[in-house]
């Protein structure tokens, strides 16, 4: 399924010459290389993820001004925006993730406020359609998903102030008992709750049968799976330290925490049968769902201040947080 037509192919190529061309003649010269490292890295064929070495290319004249970087976003973003070629829209799609995931910060830092007004659905995939054979009509479908998934991962990452999910962002990584610790109760609901979003994206993945073999889609699937792991770190740490925190929950937190973890255990199922892997964050995680669930069921209404008191507290916060961050050290 890694194949189309031969007519298609060769429409693609002729396509990708005549984008070629048409950028070498209309590009102001200082954006005519950055708008060919785009056009390089995203042709019609093969109908393979970017090459390696188009993609490294891209991310490395991202590392510049943000000038540089912000013509490489618009370029990218127009470049998914004109195409009704599945393939295409695809590695425009693996192309962002990876600036998510490993892209320079000041690339990743255009990608997150373009367009400046943000909001939801800026990549305009929901009604993507390529019908040309039954290989790209099922193709589509996973462009839909894709795109919605990493809309709701840059929305998420605004909301956290942080790129989930990249190993560019190690000064936050390293800071994050600290920062964990400084929440308030409310935020750190706020955070669970948004990361829950990222796990019920994850969960409407389309069917793999239609597409098996698919070399694109593969590379997807091992994206998805690396950004579900690091997901559920984030829920797990902050899972933990609101378990610490139930004698200082007010009655609406409590609801509120309750409702998130309801969202989540709904997605139980569905998860743990398309991520097949067996991880200690993964296990921590539903193990300090059900627990909160039942440290909250044991908790009794003050009619003063309708608050939730429990009556039993077993660490402080900091010793929470530094437990949570040595078990998902090895994940």
């Known amino acids: 399924m890694g194949k189309f037509s031969t007519l298609r192919d060769l429409l693609g190529l002729i396509k990708d010459a005549v984008a070629l061309s048409k950028a070498a003649i209309l590009s102001n010269p200082n954006a005519l290389t950055l708008r060919l490292a785009v056009l390089r890295a995203t042709t019609h064929s093969p109908p393979t993820p970017p090459d390696n070495h188009h993609l490294s290319a891209l991310l490395l004249l ?36 990876n600036i998510i995931k490993r892209g320079p910060f000041i690339l990743q830092d255009q990608l997150s406020i373009f367009p400046a007004t943000g909001g939801y659905n800026y990549l305009k995939l929901s009604d993507f359609r390529d019908g040309a054979t039954a290989a790209t009509w099922a193709l589509s479908q996973w462009v839909r998903f894709y795109g919605r998934y990493l809309e709701t991962l840059l929305s998420t990452s605004r909301d956290m102030g942080y790129f989930l999910c990249s190993s560019s962002c190690t000064m936050v990584t390293e800071n994050q008992e600290q920062r964990i610790l400084s929440l308030l109760n409310v935020d750190l609901i706020k955070d669970v709750d948004s990361l829950i979003q990222l796990i019920e994206e994850l969960c409407k993945v389309p069917d793999f049968i239609l597409i098996e073999g698919n070399i694109i889609v593969k590379d997807i699937i091992r994206l998805l799976l690396n950004d579900y792991v690091s997901v559920v770190n984030e829920i797990a740490l902050r899972l933990y330290e609101l378990k610490e925190r139930l004698s200082c929950l007010s009655f609406g937190d409590s609801v509120e925490l309750l409702c998130a973890l309801k969202r989540l255990e709904d997605c139980k199922e569905s998860i743990l049968s398309l991520y097949v892997m067996r991880k200690p964050a993964i296990e921590l995680m539903w193990s300090l769902v059900q627990d909160l669930k039942e440290g909250i069921g044991k908790l009794h209404v003050c009619k003063n201040g309708e608050k939730l008191v429990s009556f039993d507290r077993r660490m402080k916060g900091s010793e929470s947080a530094r437990f949570v961050r040595e078990s998902l050290q090895d994940w």
């Open 62 to 97: 991202g590392d510049s001004s943000r000038a540089t970087a912000s013509i490489i976003i618009t370029a990218l973003i127009d470049r998914l925006h004109c195409t009704g070629n599945c393939v295409v829209t695809l590695k425009c799609l693996l192309i962002i993730h």
